[in-house]
């Protein structure tokens, strides 16, 4: 896999629409509705793919949905974190430890890890957009020394629905990133902040010229963080937004995700802010 020019180009040789068969190795329950799995492929071979890729996972018999990958790119195994929203994503929440499960990909391109090199990285992510731009924090962390300043701004509904809680901690503990969190309801025990994360945006002091952002949440909170560092003098250029939409093939033939001019699948899912901003206002095809 190489992201070095910005384009990701699937790593494993395999027919684009045939699913490989993994299988189920942890379940962790994440947050209320949101289960993380980890995978190992049933051939052994190891699952390649850049920060920002998305998979069809199969549940057998039930059918396919888009899930980003939310592991470590360096290391195995295959992680992703799944919330359950339709048939798709229940079935896949409910594997066990040792059932298969279909695994077709890494399809798209990533997030800007090339582009990002000697800039300030500021990540932004709303409830579950933290499950694809993990892979990307991994990669800023393991190769620190490439980037500048790491920030993290996350932002979720309730103190419960953290997701990835005890990493988020540990990210908060390190001296080489600064980490914000914010809650849009807290209860009595909650002692950080509290309000939408693009509050978290305002506090921020960064260099819009040398700073370069990775958005990733529901729609209107990426909008609206988006025009937030816009009004804070950062480029559309250097703003960049992971889309989804609904998915068939994943590899720009079904026109499922297509958005204009632009499929989802293909060109995206993430994209500068530049580009999406037309095709915000289209809504889910
Ligand atoms: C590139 C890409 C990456 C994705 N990454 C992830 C991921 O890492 N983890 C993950 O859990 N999902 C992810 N998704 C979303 C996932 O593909 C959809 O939620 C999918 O539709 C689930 O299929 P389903 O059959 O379970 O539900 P569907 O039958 O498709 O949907 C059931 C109901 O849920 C609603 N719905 C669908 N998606 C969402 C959503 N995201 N949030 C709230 N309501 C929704 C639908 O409108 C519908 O009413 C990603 C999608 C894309 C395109
Ligand atoms: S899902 Fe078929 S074109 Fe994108």
Redo the contacts with the bound molecule.
Sequence with gaps: MSDTAGVLKPASAAPPMAPRVAHVRRRRHDAPDAWTLELEMADGAPFNYAPGQFNMLTAFGVGEAAISVSGDPAKGPLIHTIRAVGPVSRALTKLAPGDPIGVRGPFGVGWPMAQAEGKDVLLVAGGLGLAPLRPALYRLLGERARYGKVTLLFGARRPDDIVFRREVESWRGRFDMEVEVTVDHAGPEWRGHVGVVTGLISRQAFDPSATIAMVCGPEVMMRFVAMSLVDRGLSEDFIYLSMERN????I???????LGPT????DGPVFTFTRLNPLLAVKEL
């Design positions: 998915m068939k093939c994943a720009g033939h079904c026109g499922h995700c297509q499929f989802i699948c293909r």
